[in-house]
């Protein structure tokens, strides 16, 4: 059973900020991914990575960087919150062959800026 | 860009009607694509999945259509239940990028 947990439920930071959070996941996926959720906009992705230290730029890359020093681990960095990444933060990972698409979900981060 | 839409922000329906939640995609490049329901406050999860080389994907009370020349797929769920009240994400991909590209979400409530 694939599990993949956050740091943190709920976060509150204040503008400026350096923000971590922390994905861990337990199944040798080698794909993780980070995407923020916002109410009518669905799930944007921010950042993959296919490997250890390998990283890729999604769709809204602006604001943030990742690390993934780990194979189980993925750090989404926030290098100086800004009150519009107030947002539900989602960590995932997959496998990266064998025909199956799906992504698995980490119970996500509901962070704050103030 | 948004290559996947779901143009339906919300759905209401009695308990053991169908419900239909709509999505459709302008990538035809697409090559496989997913249902994911997500309840509050929890991470989204993963509901039942197609292929394009099918039409139809059944399991249970849920069964996905897709109708590529027009671009579209849909998630029946017959018969309704107020436990299937959730969000509902349609997500597409195409071959070997790993990549789920995600619609806006469809809001679904079953009422008793």
């Known amino acids: 059973d694939v599990k993949v947990t956050q740091s943190s439920r709920y976060l509150v930071k204040r503008t400026g900020e350096k923000v971590f959070l922390e994905c861990v996941q337990d199944m040798d996926h080698e794909n993780m991914f980070w995407y923020r959720q916002d109410p009518g906009l669905g799930l944007r992705l921010i950042y993959f990575?296919?490997?250890?230290?390998?990283?890729e730029k999604g769709d809204i890359p602006e604001g943030y960087s990742v690390s993934r020093e780990k194979k189980e681990r993925f750090s989404l960095i926030l290098e100086s919150a800004s009150t519009n990444q107030t947002s539900m933060y989602l960590c995932?990972?997959?496998?990266?062959?064998?025909?199956?698409?799906?992504?698995?979900f980490g119970p996500g981060t509901r962070l704050t800026v103030t | 860009d948004q290559q996947v839409k779901q143009n339906s922000p919300s759905l209401s329906v009695q308990e053991g009607r169908i419900s239909i939640l709509n999505c459709d995609y302008t990538?035809?490049?697409?090559?496989?694509f997913l249902w994911y329901k997500k309840y509050p406050a929890e991470g989204p999860t993963f509901l039942i999945s197609i292929s394009s080389i099918k039409d139809k994907n059944e399991d249970g009370r849920f069964t996905v259509f897709l109708n590529k020349s027009a671009k579209h797929l849909s998630l029946h769920i017959v018969p309704s239940q107020p436990g299937d009240s959730a969000v509902y994400f349609c997500a597409a991909s195409t071959s070997n990028t790993g990549k789920l590209i995600f619609g806006q979400g469809t809001t679904l409530q079953v009422k008793p």
């Open positions: 995932a990972s997959s496998l990266a062959s064998g025909g199956s698409y799906e992504q698995y």
């Open positions: 990538n035809s490049m697409f090559d496989y």
């Open positions: 990575s296919y490997d250890v230290k390998m990283k």
